[in-house]
Each structure stands twice: as C-alpha cells, then as structure tokens.
C-alpha cells in the first residue's frame, strides 16, 4: 500500500502532523532524531477522518487524554511493522497485519520498533459508544486481519481511504454504517450478540433473496448487494459470519433444489433441471451435481424413478 509520492518531515512536524490527524502526542524518545523521518496525510471524510502514517525508526511517544467531543476512538491497521501500547496498565503488541483499537480518554504511551507504516480511522467516541455500548472492552486487543471478517475490514479501510477524496456529505453516513458493523464484527467477542445480530438479520434476507431468484443465471453477490442496499465488501462479511462465501452458498441451494426437482420429478429431463435452477452449462451442473451427491443427475433421477415405482 504505497504513500503517495510526498516529503517526509522530521520530528517537530511528525508530531503536529499526528496531532492533527490522531490525538495530542508527543515523542518522548527516538533513537536518531537527525534521521528521522515521518509523514502523515489526513482526510477529513465527515465526522471522521483517516490517515495514512508512515516513519522510518523507532520511538517512543505519548498521549495525552481528550475528552467530550474531542475524545476519539482509533481503528488503527498496522501495514508494516510493530506497534506496542500501554493504556491503564494494559499492555498490547499490533504486529503487521493486526487492527487494533485505540481510544483517548487516558494516556496512552505507544512505541514503534523500527520502522512502520499505519493507516487510521479516527472517529467520534460518542459515535461508536452510542452503538455499542461495550466498545471500550474491545480497545486494546489486536486482531489478526489475514482472513475472514477481519480481511473484509481490512479491504474496506483501504477502499474508505481511496475513495475519501470523492465520497459526497450524503454518502458518508451509509458508508460508515457498514464500516461500524464490520468492525463490530472483528472486534465482539463471537458469543456476544452484538456481532452477530445484524449479520444475522442480512444472511436472512440474502437466504429470501436467493431462494426467490435461484432460476436466474446472472445472479451474484453483485447484485444481492444492490438489492439489499449494501456493499460488495459488506455482502462478504455477511457471508463469512455464516461460515461460507456467496458463491459456495448459492451452488449449494442450486444443488439441493435440483435434487428436490429431480426427486419429485423422476422423469424430468436433467437439462430443463439445470436451466430452472440458473445453470447456464449443463456439463458444469452435471459435474457440480455428481461431486456433490455421488452419482450424475442423470443416474440419480433413475434411482429415484425405480424409488417411486417400488
């Protein structure tokens, strides 16, 4: 994930930059100031904002605590390099790839290990806590960003910095609805109903909208999302919350409604099957359907003939 092409500053304006872009902060120590080199780009994308840091040796900093409507909570995704934060006796290691959240109601202290690259979403603490009121619980504790929802979150960061340059007052709301879930998603713990229940509510309608439209050959995670009002990234995360992906889910519903076709129909021909459940091919419903119930669509509408007539 490259910066753009920019000059890195040294201390004195590392520091106001991520002030500016983060919290209060100060470097109480660095092993080579002369060397030191940092930047820090911010984008302002409604009520939040999101940053793209990056410098080149270790140190030490602090911050110091904001509250009310300055106070924020940080989705902090560590791209390169190693990031360790004590807050309240709490002590945690970001490593590359991890997420961790961050917030500024108390000092913090935060160390880099040589050097590293972040990219940050800073957003209203009174934002998140009216959503998910055990959200401080979460703050502190990486999470690993390689697969799964975690991956999804990853990609919507990544995709809510290139496109914050365009996103319009009207879209940032919607988009950050979404961005919320997903965080909420990686963050809960798993028995907590708070990450599920709104996945729940979606894999529901994506089960409606599959089961009504399974004869339809260009159907796709594509165009569920546009039917649902939601976005590709978000159709994945409400995919992977059910232990499965979109296109896994539908050929498996495509599969079992042949086979219901071609039970209760015994002598229909297997071809009229592939087209009422979306298959364009008949070779690849012929192979998807043996793979999946040990005999051809052909063989297995003569068992459940010979079923019938017993």
Partial sequence: MPMQARSPSGVAAFVEQVSQGYFPYEIMRVDDAAKFRGDIETRRVGRTSISHAYANSSFTGRVAPSQGDHEAIVLHWVVAGDLEFVQDRRHSIAKRGDMILLKSDKPLMSCQRGAARALALSIPARLLRGRYQDIDDWCLLPRPTHEGVGAVLRSALKSYWDQSLVLGRDQEAPVCSWLFDLLAATFVPQTAPAATDSMARHFRRVEEIVAGMLDDPD?????????????????????????????????????????????????????EVASNVGFRSLAHFSRSFAHRFGSPPRAFSYLQRKANVS
């Fill in 219 to 271: 159907l796709s995670i594509d165009s569920v999302a546009m039917m649902m009002g939601v976005s590709r990234s978000y159709m994945f995360a409400i995919m992977s919350s059910a232990g499965t992906t979109f296109g896994r889910y539908l050929l498996e519903q495509r599969l079992l409604r042949s086979a219901t076709l071609l039970e209760k129909q015994g002598g229909a021909r297997v071809g």
